[in-house]
């Protein structure tokens, strides 16, 4: 059974659940804190997060680079607009594929759970088309993903 | 990636997503998709072409009818996409439950240092 769920909402929406053995404050820190984002915001094998830059405060700046150490390599940019320390985060992202791909709009909850913790991040996106985009640009970059995890292999 | 931007544009449309619910039961004509829908064939057609633009449906010619059908492959290739994007966020948060669990047995190592001191 998997522990993730991910789900389209009305028309310009994704929500992606997953539950965690952790607190809310440790899943929190996780999400905010450089040095443990760059342990497991990696994507497939063998791809290492080399700058990683999170100023969680509002307004505060995220940069993440990415790269497959075969002179692969993408980055993200965003901005905090809210944040409720080991609750919520609301926050704006771009990924540079290298063309910048529309502005996600994403929503990050972190309810307690039984021992654990529920993480929900619901994406919002301006229109349909914007979706439409996105996705499309996601799908070039996982199927990027898919091949360098191939080479890998091989 | 055109085809997809076409894709997600013309799911988009709940009347479209509605027509594509009700081929997923079988081939219909124009004629079977305008009545439940209370619209009329021209404007029904329009949605159609759109999907069939997209790739999501396909038609058939039988006599004077067309009816249409479900395009397997359309629907796969967003299927596709959504899970490998979840596949790759699986990946992390797997990851990420071995970081978490790290991180409270260095909590807990912590704590009985101190419970030492004491």
């Known amino acids: 059974m998997s522990k993730m769920t991910l789900q389209t909402e009305g028309d310009s929406c994704l929500v992606v659940m997953r539950r965690f053995a952790a607190s809310p404050e440790a899943v929190y820190r996780a999400h905010t804190d450089p040095e443990l984002i760059k342990k497991w915001l990696l994507g497939p094998d063998g791809w290492s997060m ?22 692969h390599g993408f980055y993200l940019t965003g901005e905090y607009l809210e944040l409720n320390p080991y609750h919520r985060i609301v926050h704006v992202e771009r990924m540079f594929l290298p063309d910048p791909t529309p502005d996600n709009h994403a929503e990050t909850t972190f309810e307690p759970d039984g021992e654990g913790t529920l993480m929900t991040i619901r994406m919002t996106l301006p229109d349909e088309q914007t979706r439409a985009s996105m996705l499309a640009s ?4 996982g199927m990027e993903a898919s091949y360098a995890r191939l080479e890998g292999l091989l | 990636m055109e085809t997809l931007d076409a894709k997600f544009a013309a799911l988009a449309d709940p009347t479209r997503r509605a027509i594509l619910a009700r081929l997923s039961q079988g081939e219909a004509t124009v004629n ?3 009545d439940p829908f209370e619209m009329s064939q021209p404007a029904i057609s329009q949605h159609l072409k759109v999907l069939e633009d997209a790739g999501l449906i396909i038609r058939r010619v039988e006599g004077t009818k067309r009816p249409r059908r479900l395009a397997g492959t359309g629907i796969e290739a967003m299927n596709e996409w959504l899970a490998m994007l979840g596949a790759t ?8 439950d071995e970081v978490l669990a790290d991180m409270n047995e260095h909590k807990q190592s912590k704590q009985n240092k101190k419970g030492e001191m004491r």
Do not use: S
């Open chain 1, 138 to 141: 996601g799908m070039e970059h």
């Open chain 1, 50 to 71: 080399p700058v990683c830059i999170n100023e969680a405060r509002p307004g505060g700046k995220i940069r993440y680079e990415w790269t497959n150490g075969k002179g």
């Open chain 2, 32 to 34: 079977e998709l305008a």
């Open chain 2, 89 to 96: 966020m699986e990946k992390n948060y797997d990851r990420l």
